[in-house]
């Protein structure tokens, strides 16, 4: 299987901090990678597919980047609503695994 | 719009059986596949297998070979997921989620609202 491995695991941030998340995959996925958010009891909410397209009614503030191996959920100008754990999944192969999460926290 | 909407909270006994529903509505049933995802107390999102909506192939999670079974019923538009002998670390939030996208790229898109099944003797 392909292993998803994020960085941080945590962080702390202010409002209005620009914030970034890195994903890594175990080998070359392309750019079949896609972010997801999760505030507490919710399901997981899509945020961009395809490395950097963004899913319909998610704030441009959010974008993604990267391909290959290596990619970059960024959130330009972090708002209240944006404190939640943030997950990459990659849909390259038939086992469509995710990584381990980012929990973004209120410094 | 598109439901997707599970069966509810389930307890069971080490070495059950659990099965539970996932009932869509607002598309046709067949155009796309179901994912389950699970994700225990306090923990990632871990994907357990997908299934074809139309046609009703399958592929698994390595971890779970043996133990799950998806099946869909498409005269009801209702996806279900079995899972056997059961352990304490099964206790999780199952979710059935509904693909989108295309054969350049699937993602997860309409997720249901998760059922809890908790395992305990």
């Known amino acids: 299987d392909i292993q998803m491995t994020q960085s941080p695991s945590s962080l702390s941030a202010s409002v209005g901090d620009r914030v970034s998340i890195t994903c890594r995959a175990s080998q070359s996925i392309s750019r079949s990678l896609n972010w997801y958010q999760q505030t507490p009891g919710k399901a997981p909410r899509l945020l961009i597919f395809a490395a950097s397209t963004l899913q319909s009614g998610v704030p441009s503030r959010f974008s993604g980047s990267g391909s290959g191996t290596d990619f970059t959920l960024t959130i330009s100008s972090l708002q209240p609503e944006d404190f939640a754990t943030y997950y990459c999944?990659?849909?390259?192969?038939?086992?469509?695994?995710f990584g381990q999460g980012t929990k973004v926290e209120i410094k | 719009q598109v439901q997707v909407v599970q069966s509810g909270a389930e307890v069971k006994k080490p070495g059950a059986s659990v099965k539970v529903s996932c009932k869509t509505s607002g598309y046709n049933f067949p155009d796309y596949g179901i994912s389950w995802v699970r994700q225990a107390p306090g923990q990632g999102l871990e994907w357990m297998g997908w299934?074809?909506?139309?046609?009703?192939?399958?592929h698994y999670a390595q971890k779970l070979q043996g133990r799950v079974t998806l099946t869909t019923d498409t005269s009801t538009s209702t996806a279900y997921m079995e899972l056997r002998s059961l352990r304490s670390d099964d206790t999780a939030v199952y979710y059935c989620?509904?693909?989108?996208?295309?054969?350049?790229?699937?993602?997860?898109?309409?997720w249901g609202q998760g059922s809890l099944v908790t395992v305990s003797s």
């Open positions: 989620v509904r693909e989108g996208g295309d054969s350049t790229s699937y993602y997860f898109l309409y």
């Open positions: 999944q990659q849909s390259y192969s038939t086992s469509k695994t």
């Open positions: 299934i074809s909506a139309y046609y009703g192939d399958t």
